[in-house]
T-cell receptor, first 111, second 112 residues
Framework: DADVTQTPRNRITKTGKRIMLECSQTKGHDRMYWYRQDPGLGLRLIYYSFDVKDINKGEISDGYSVSRQAQAKFSLSLESAIPNQTALYFC??????????FGQGTRLTVV | TQLLEQSPQFLSIQEGENLTVYCNSSSVFSSLQWYRQEPGEGPVLLVTVVTGGEVKKLKRLTFQFGDARKDSSLHITAAQPGDTGLYLCAGHSGGSNYKLTFGKGTLLTVNP
């Protein structure tokens, strides 16, 4: 089993719909992150959490919200999806500055 | 906001050639990481460099951290088709709030 698991792997949704992307990890790490990847723009940080009670906005948090349900679970929600939120979304975890572990990504298409 | 500029954005070479990818910033980073990402997968860490001037080797890959800790390079010797992928540099600015800033990546294609 993967250390960082994202569900779903692929999702097509309509404009205006609410959608949740889920992430779970078995690494035992406190720190969890949500990134968005677009062609030519690299990885951009949406939200990050250093423990269950600590949630922080990243550089592109508008239109997104998160929930840290437990140390191992961190979900990302799009309250009202719009087409420019079509992207590849990655969850990551870390316990220090030495390495971030990424999930396999969720490809989201908003039509 | 700290920015990392990677160059070139795209690189297509023949098997056996050497190449260098650059990662530059105007900011100082306490450490810098290089990741490789294959299609359909998340990035995977290749190396972390921490000390200014540090050089690390991973088989045919050589990583260098600039003396001022503002830049880094990745050199691949005798590239192989299996080296094809997106190479990302990421910097950590230090402190207890661990947050990585990523460059936009270099997409490398090694043709047989």
């Amino acid at each position: 089993d993967a250390d960082v698991t994202q569900t779903p792997r692929n999702r097509i949704t309509k404009t205006g719909k609410r959608i949740m992307l889920e992430c779970s990890q078995t690494k035992g790490h406190d720190r969890m992150y949500w990134y968005r990847q677009d062609p030519g723009l690299g990885l951009r940080l949406i939200y990050y959490s250093f423990d269950v009670k600590d949630i922080n906005k990243g550089e592109i948090s508008d239109g997104y919200s998160v929930s840290r349900q437990a140390q191992a679970k961190f979900s990302l929600s799009l309250e009202s999806a719009i087409p420019n939120q079509t992207a590849l979304y990655f969850c990551a975890t870390s316990d220090s500055y030495t390495e971030a572990f990424f999930g396999q990504g969720t490809r989201l298409t908003v039509v | 906001t700290q920015l990392l500029e990677q160059s070139p954005q795209f690189l297509s070479i023949q098997e056996g050639e050497n190449l260098t990818v650059y990662c530059n910033s105007s900011s100082v980073f306490s450490s810098l990481q290089w990741y490789r990402q294959e299609p359909g997968e998340g990035p995977v860490l290749l190396v972390t460099v921490v000390t200014g001037g540090e050089v690390k080797k991973l088989k045919r890959l050589t990583f260098q951290f600039g003396d001022a800790r503002k830049d880094s390079s990745l050199h691949i010797t005798a590239a192989q088709p299996g080296d094809t992928g997106l190479y990302l540099c990421a910097g950590h600015s230090g402190g207890s709030n661990y947050k990585l800033t990523f460059g936009k990546g270099t997409l490398l294609t090694v043709n047989p």
